[in-house]
């Protein structure tokens, strides 16, 4: 299970069914890859939960995390790099829910009571981690939500966390984007061009790469933009840890 030492008072999240900081549960986070997931995690961990899997998705016919792009190789190293368990699993969209519970149904028995999310403002997220997680009579745990979006960019940034931008629309973000670090430069760019900061309508999405719980640091050795469905895409030949 990961850990991490707490170093700094964690303020208040949004929990369904349960006090803050009960570290006798085990904990698995719905994990893309991105930022937002991985900052939901390392706020959990802060906080004292005990997090002992990732949950992740790929489309069925790419082997990709849907509109990320990232491939599934990609999401196997970063689970090696931060020494956590992964549970993959193959999906479509009109699949996912019950995938979702399937995935999450086999960890309960292993002992998760809990899962972890990434949702910051949209309501519909949130409705539908609240309804699902209540039908597999589970935790819901929210740690970014309702957070101001441009400070938990900010703090994802200062806390050390490398990541990259893998994916973006082609309307809001020009090539050269694509590959590039989530860093204050970055941030700047979407504060002047009115983008919402953490691109959670789609904006833009992101691979962390290392962070305070990383154990290794993934390398990008080889890889090239390209343009999908009006997306720009970085598409990953190799990488290394």
């Known amino acids: 299970m990961i850990g991490l030492k707490r170093l700094i008072p964690e303020d208040s999240f949004e929990i369904f069914g349960y006090a803050e900081g009960d570290n006798s549960m085990s904990y698995a986070v719905s994990w893309s890859g991105g930022?937002?997931?991985c900052?939901?995690?390392?706020?959990?961990?802060?906080?004292?939960?005990?997090?002992?899997?990732l949950v992740n998705f790929i489309n069925k016919e790419s082997k990709r995390v849907s509109f990320h792009g990232?491939?599934?190789?990609?999401?196997?190293?970063?689970a090696e790099a931060i020494d956590i368990t992964l549970t993959q699993k193959e999906t479509n969209g009109e699949q996912y829910e019950e995938k979702f519970k399937e995935a999450v149904r086999s960890l309960i028995s292993e002992g998760v009571e809990?899962?972890?999310?990434g949702d910051i403002y949209l309501e519909e997220h949130k409705k539908w981690t609240k309804r699902v997680c209540?039908?597999?009579?589970?935790?819901?745990?929210e740690p970014l939500w309702g957070k101001d979006p441009e400070k938990i960019l900010i703090d994802f940034i200062n806390a050390g966390f490398e990541a990259i931008i893998i994916s973006a629309k082609?309307?809001?973000?020009?090539?050269?984007?694509?590959?590039?670090?989530?860093d204050e430069f970055f941030l700047n760019y979407l504060k002047n061009n009115s983008i919402d900061l953490c691109g959670e309508n789609g904006e833009y999405h992101t691979l962390v790469s290392d962070g305070p719980f990383f154990k290794k640091k993934i390398k990008i050795n080889k890889a090239r933009?390209?343009?999908k469905d009006n997306y720009w895409f970085l598409d990953i030949f190799k990488h290394s840890l």
Do not use: C, N
């Open 170 to 182: 082609s309307e809001l973000f020009g090539e050269k984007w694509i590959g590039k670090k989530v």
């Open 134 to 141: 209540e039908d597999l009579e589970i935790k819901a745990v």
């Open 39 to 53: 900052f939901a995690l390392y706020r959990a961990v802060l906080s004292g939960y005990r997090i002992s899997h």
């Open 70 to 78: 990232t491939e599934a190789k990609l999401i196997q190293s970063q």
């Open 114 to 117: 809990g899962m972890i999310f």
């Open 225 to 227: 933009s390209i343009m």
């Open 35 to 37: 930022k937002d997931s």
